[in-house]
């Protein structure tokens, strides 16, 4: 999916100056999401990283762009590949662990990839050169 434009890759969502009509799958509100970006200082390899917010709730909902999305990927609940992504740490989570959301932020799925496999940082950056991540 490499070159997908965030447009492109949400052409399903009604959008209207570059923000999206989306509903979130944490408060259920079909409302506006706008698009911003992760800080500079990001220790999650995701810096200046787009990615769309609830403005109702507001959640974060998934990245805006194509990063971890592989066709080969499982769908998630809405029949669209899954993107692969690691945790940043929260929830509970241990950072770098691998799993399975929802592409588009659309149906809440979440998996984890390969049984909860985890990353280091240097095999976190790898993954992401290599187009994995």
């Known amino acids: 999916m490499a070159g997908t434009t965030v447009s492109s ?21 079909k409302q506006v999401c706008s698009v911003l970006r992760c800080a500079p200082d990001n220790p999650n390899e995701n810096e200046d990283r787009p990615y769309f917010k609830c403005r109702f709730c507001p959640d974060f909902l998934t990245f805006a762009d194509d990063r971890g999305i592989n066709e080969d990927n499982p769908p998630c609940d809405c029949g669209n590949p899954c993107r692969l992504q690691i945790s940043t740490g929260g929830d509970g989570k241990p950072w770098g662990q691998l799993h399975l959301v929802c592409r588009v932020g659309a149906c809440g799925f979440y998996d984890l990839y390969e049984d909860g496999r985890m990353l280091t940082q240097k095999e976190v950056k790898k993954w992401i050169k290599d187009g994995r991540l």
């Open 9 to 29: 890759l949400f052409s399903q969502f009604e959008e209207s100056n570059g923000d999206y009509l989306m509903r979130c799958p944490k408060c259920e509100h």
